[in-house]
Each structure stands twice: as structure tokens, then as C-alpha cells.
DNA sequence: TGCCTTGTTTTACAAATGATCAATAACCCA
DNA sequence: TGGGTTATTGATCATTTGTAAAACAAGGCA
């Protein structure tokens, strides 16, 4: 008698675990928290609801482990950036900024997935960890930059520096992502390149127009 | 025979619709998007589930309303500050920038609440558009007050000015919000008062302490 | 007072959700 | 090659969800 069961294959826990993370990921991002349901999830994982659960205690945990997982990526795109960049600190703290400003780290599918956890910062303990870990590694990263400017224009008080920056940032890349119909194209980057450039009394504009003179 | 059906008081259509959008905020305030069920927001507004579909078409569209709400106040608590505040336009400006970076306006409640709104603006044009006027309406009286400072200082483009003073101020305001534990009391107002200022090269910090010399 | 409008409750329902677990078959290894 | 391990399926459960509509009663008005 002919089984009608579903083929499948069997997969390491890793392979698994990245599917049903992306999956929900991506279910996240553009439907909202809501339209990732267990379901939903394994669907787009390529195996059945029923899995879920044994790589994960609950769906609340692959929950937290997706956070954890585009947080990881948000870090890692950020430092990316500065690999390629020439030695000069002025021109690597605008590349840096410049980075934070333009797709694909502005972007509209980000801002609603990252939307999506927010709320989860003030609830859930072990995401608030995870948002708090993240959010200090970005600074830090661009206090380091900061104290690596020519020592004229270097800020007396760099953590203060660093918070500002990353508040300009921040904003920008929000507004950016959520509404980018508001801005004329290039705005945005241009913005916070003289505000970010204003405020260490660096300029900021310049470098990056220079570095990057085959862009507009 | 003795009714056993709860007794209840007929109120108007305003009352009603008020307590139960107040209801569905204060849930999706402190449980997120998820704890404001049907049920659940009935509840806090002291009726049953099935008058919500009495005043609304759908939750959706309570929960539309809602999120109408909650921006009106915002765009109301930011220009209320202006009437109370001196006329010279450098502490005007300095009392606008303090406000949004002070409770109550600096508020984990309310930062949850917004993210919690934050992907509808991605994906139901009717929030997206409340969403486009609310930044708007406060991006116009930033650059309203900005227009206003000495002419010495004006900037040759307000609405880059706006722009980036509006980035700052929403990007620190978010961050306070959702882990004050990382700053220092009083740091972000701080910080925020001196990097618009060097946005705008006008002493905010100064300003704001000679007006407010009552506090720290 | 007594009727009528309609705001409100109540019950009901179908669909969806996260969870559970026995059955099964894919793959590894002896 | 064949048996055992276990990753995976699939069926099922109890809840919860938004919606629907009938039954009821509060308050206005003649």
C-alpha cells in the first residue's frame, strides 16, 4: 500500500534551527508579529508544525533566538562596513555613518521586523539583554571612532559624543525606513553626515564625497 | 424568577468609543499588540466583547482609532509646552527639545506602545498616512521654532535643520524610553539640549538652565 | 403610565492558534 | 545488509480569537 505521507529529508539541527529562524524572521518582517504562527513558520521552513517544538521549547523561545539572530546581523553588517574602509579616521567614521543611512540598512522590511521585538524589550527580560548588548556594541563601535579623530577636534567627553551620534542615527535611519516617500533621495545620508560632522565639529560631508566620488 | 444578566448603564456613543480606545491603548501599552483581545479590552472598559462591533466595524478599525488617538496626544502634549514658555525664541526652543526628552514624554509605556503601532505603518495605508501627518505636524513646529532664532543663526536650509534636529530628538527619545537603566539621570536631556544646539550653533544648554534654574 | 427605540448583554460559532504525542521512515552504524 | 535511533510527520486537543445575531432592558417620549 502506497504511503502518502510526505517525503523529507533529514537535516543536521543547525541546517533546522537556521531554517525556522529565517522563516520566522521573514514572516516578521512583513506581516507583523501576528502572522508568524507556528504554522506560517514551518510552511516557509519546508517542514511541518509539528517540528517546531523540537528544536525549540516553545514558540515563544524561537521568538527570542530570531531576535538574537537579526540583532547578531544588524552588529555584524555595522562593523562589516569598516573593513573595507581606508585608514583615515575622519573617512572611516563617515563611511560608517554613511553605512547606517542607506539601504540595505535603511529599509523598510527591517524597521517593521525590528518594530516587531521592540515591545518585547520591555517585557521579556532575555531579549532586553540581548536589545541592551546590541544597542552598547553599535556605540561603542562609534565612540572607538570618535577618539580615533584628529586629536584637535576630538570631543572632551566621547561617551556623550557617542550617544548624540548614535542618536542622529538612529532617528534618521527610523524615519528613513518608515517613510522614505518624505525625503528626496540622498537627503537622508546628506542630513546626517553634516549633523553627525556638526556635532564632533568634523567634516564629515566632505570626506565621504571625496571617498566616494563616483557617487552623487 | 430573578434575571441573572448584568446590569448595565446606557452611555453616549463618545463615552463609549473613549473608554473602550483608552482600553485597547492601556493593553497594547503594557501587553503589546497581542494582550488586547476583544475580550480583554472590553473588560477594561467595563463592557462585554460584543459592543466593541456596536461602535466599530472590526477591532482593526478600533485599532485604527486607537493608534489616531495616541498620535493626537502626542502632537497635543508637544504643542501644549509652547504655551506656557517665554517668547525668546532660543528658550522656546530649548523648553520644546526638554520636553521631548523628559518624562512624560520619555516613557517605557510609551515607547512600547508606538513600536507596538510601528508595523501597521508598513502595512495599513490609513496608519501610514496618520503616521505621515503626526511626523510632519512636529517636524513643522521644529522648524517653525527653528525659523525663529536670531537671524545671526539661522540656518540657510530649515528643513534639513528640522530634518536633523527631529532625528535627534526622536532617535534619544526612543532610547531613553526603552532602557533608561543605561543612562545617567538628567545625561540624555543633556546631550540632546547640546547636540541640537550644535546642529542649530545655538547654546540650548544655557538657555534651558537659565530658565529652568529650579532644577538640577 | 406604557410603549418603542436601541444600547447592551448573552450565547453561539467557525476558524485559528500553540501544544502534545503516537506513528513512521530516513539515515547511521554494526 | 539489516536493525536501531530519532528526526519528522500527521492527527488531535483544548483554548482563544474575531465575528455574528438573537434576546433583553434602560431610558426617552407620547
Given at each position: 500500500m502506497a504511503s502518502d505521507r510526505r517525503p523529507y529529508k533529514r537535516e543536521s539541527e543547525d541546517v533546522r534551527r537556521d531554517s525556522l529562524i529565517n522563516a520566522a524572521l521573514e514572516l516578521i518582517a512583513d506581516g507583523g508579529p501576528k502572522a508568524a504562527t507556528v504554522r506560517a513558520i514551518a510552511e516557509k521552513a519546508g517542514v511541518t508544525a509539528g517540528l517546531i517544538r523540537h528544536y525549540f521549547a516553545s514558540k515563544e523561545d524561537l521568538v527570542r533566538e530570531s531576535y538574537r539572530r537579526m540583532m547578531d546581523r544588524m552588529t555584524a553588517d555595522n562593523a562589516a562596513v569598516l573593513d573595507d574602509a581606508r585608514p583615515d579616521p575622519v573617512v572611516r567614521l563617515a563611511t560608517f555613518v554613511a553605512a547606517s543611512l542607506q539601504p540595505p540598512v535603511v529599509d523598510p522590511t527591517r524597521v517593521g521586523l525590528w518594530a516587531g521585538f521592540l515591545h518585547g524589550v520591555q517585557i521579556d527580560p532575555q531579549i532586553r539583554k540581548v536589545h541592551i548588548q546590541t544597542y552598547l556594541a553599535y556605540r561603542d563601535l562609534l565612540q572607538n571612532l570618535i577618539e580615533h579623530l584628529p586629536e584637535m577636534t576630538n570631543p572632551r567627553c566621547p561617551r556623550a559624543a557617542?550617544?548624540?551620534?548614535?542618536?542622529?542615527?538612529?532617528?534618521?535611519?527610523?524615519?528613513?525606513?518608515?517613510?522614505?516617500?518624505?525625503f528626496e533621495p540622498g537627503e537622508i545620508l546628506e542630513i546626517g553626515l553634516i549633523a553627525v560632522g556638526k556635532i564632533l565639529e568634523v567634516d564629515l560631508l566632505t570626506a565621504f564625497k571625496t571617498e566616494h566620488q563616483d557617487m552623487a
Open positions: 557617542a550617544i548624540a551620534c548614535n542618536g542622529v542615527i538612529d532617528g534618521l535611519w527610523m524615519e528613513a525606513s518608515a517613510v522614505p516617500e518624505v
